[in-house]
C-alpha cells in the first residue's frame, strides 16, 4: 500500500492538472493522441514485439512498414493505437464484460479473428512461464465476478482498486492471446473513467517492478506494488500535462541538469523518483526549462 505522501502527491498534482484543464479539452486530447505511439510501443514491447519506437511511429504516424517485419505485429500496433483513439474520441465508457469483449475484438481483428472478441473455452488452456490460467470452463463466470466487484469495492483508494482488478484480470488470463494489452487498456479507461490522464507501463521496467508485481499477487495475494506502479506513472502522467499546459519552454533533462550544476546521473535519479517534474516523451526525459529546485 502506498504511503499518504504519495497519495497527497497524487492529490495535489490532480488538482493542479484539473484547474489548468478547464476550458482545455482539445489541447488534453492532442496531448493524449501525440504519445499513442509511445504507448502502443511500451505495451506491445512489454509482450515482446520486436517493433522498435521509431518502427512503431514508423507504422502508425507514415504508414510505412519494413518488409522484414512480421505483418502480425505491424496489425498488433495499428489496432492498439485504433483502441486508444477509439476511448480518446468516445464519451468514457462504463466498464462492463461486453465492452471488455469488443475491445478484444478491435485488439485482435485481422491477427486470429476466431479468437477475438470471445474469451477462452473447452480446452483452451493458457500459461505464462510458471502461471495457468484460469480453467477454461469457468473463466466468464470469473470475468463476470470480478466486473461486478470492481463497481462495488468503492470504499478502497482508487490506485488500489484498479492495482486489484489489474491482478485479477492477469491472473484470470481470459483471452486466448491480447491479455496483457487489454489489461493495460483497461488501467486507462478505469483512470479516465475517473477524470485522470493514462499511463505508460515502461517496458524497460518490465522485468523489476511489472514482471515482479505479478509474481507478488500470486505468492502473497498482495498488490501493493502494481499500486506503487501506477503510482508512479500517473505522477509522471500528470507532471506531463501540468507541465505542456503551464511552462512555456520543454527541455532535455540532461540540458536543465548542465544548466543547474547536476550531473546527469542525479538529475535522471531524481526523475525516475518523481522528486522533480520530469517526464518522458518519445523515450527522452523532459522537464520545464524554467524549473527550479527549491
Request: hydrophobic share 40%; aromatic share 10%; net charge neutral.
Amino acid at each position: 500500500m502506498i504511503n499518504q505522501i504519495t497519495k497527497d502527491r497524487v492529490a495535489t498534482l490532480f488538482d493542479q492538472y484539473k484547474n489548468l484543464a478547464t476550458d482545455l479539452e482539445n489541447a488534453i486530447r492532442e496531448i493524449a493522441i501525440a504519445e499513442i505511439p509511445e504507448m502502443v510501443y511500451n505495451s506491445n514491447a512489454i509482450e515482446n514485439s520486436t517493433l522498435t519506437f521509431k518502427d512503431t511511429e514508423d507504422i502508425l504516424l507514415r504508414d510505412t512498414i519494413k518488409k522484414d517485419h512480421d505483418i502480425r505485429e505491424v496489425y498488433e500496433a495499428k489496432n492498439l493505437a485504433n483502441i486508444t483513439e477509439y476511448l480518446l474520441s468516445t464519451p468514457v465508457k462504463q466498464l462492463n464484460v461486453e465492452l471488455i469483449l469488443s475491445l478484444h475484438k478491435m485488439l485482435l481483428s485481422g491477427v486470429r479473428d476466431d479468437w477475438a472478441g470471445r474469451f477462452r473455452s473447452g480446452k483452451e488452456w493458457v500459461r505464462v512461464g510458471a502461471h495457468v490460467g484460469a480453467n477454461p470452463d469457468f473463466v466468464h463466470k470469473l470475468m463476470d465476478t470480478l466486473v461486478s466487484d470492481y463497481k462495488n469495492l468503492d470504499d478502497r483508494y482508487f490506485l488500489d482498486i484498479i492495482a486489484w482488478f489489474h491482478a485479477e484480470f492477469e491472473t484470470i488470463h481470459p483471452f486466448n492471446d491480447g491479455n496483457g494489452r487489454m489489461g493495460r487498456v483497461l488501467i486507462n479507461l478505469q483512470l479516465t473513467k475517473l477524470g485522470y490522464p493514462p499511463i505508460i507501463i515502461p517496458n524497460k521496467g518490465k522485468r523489476t517492478s511489472y514482471y515482479p508485481a505479478f509474481d507478488s499477487y500470486r505468492t502473497t495475494g498482495k498488490y501493493d506494488d502494481f499500486t506503487e506502479l501506477f503510482a508512479s506513472q500517473l505522477i509522471e502522467s500528470l507532471y506531463k500535462r501540468i507541465t505542456l499546459l503551464s511552462s512555456p519552454k520543454v527541455i532535455r533533462l540532461s540540458a536543465w541538469a548542465k544548466a543547474n550544476n547536476i550531473t546527469g546521473n542525479i538529475a535522471a535519479n531524481k526523475a525516475s523518483r518523481g522528486t522533480i517534474p520530469a517526464f518522458r516523451m518519445r523515450e527522452k526525459w523532459m522537464i520545464a526549462a524554467n524549473y527550479h529546485e527549491g
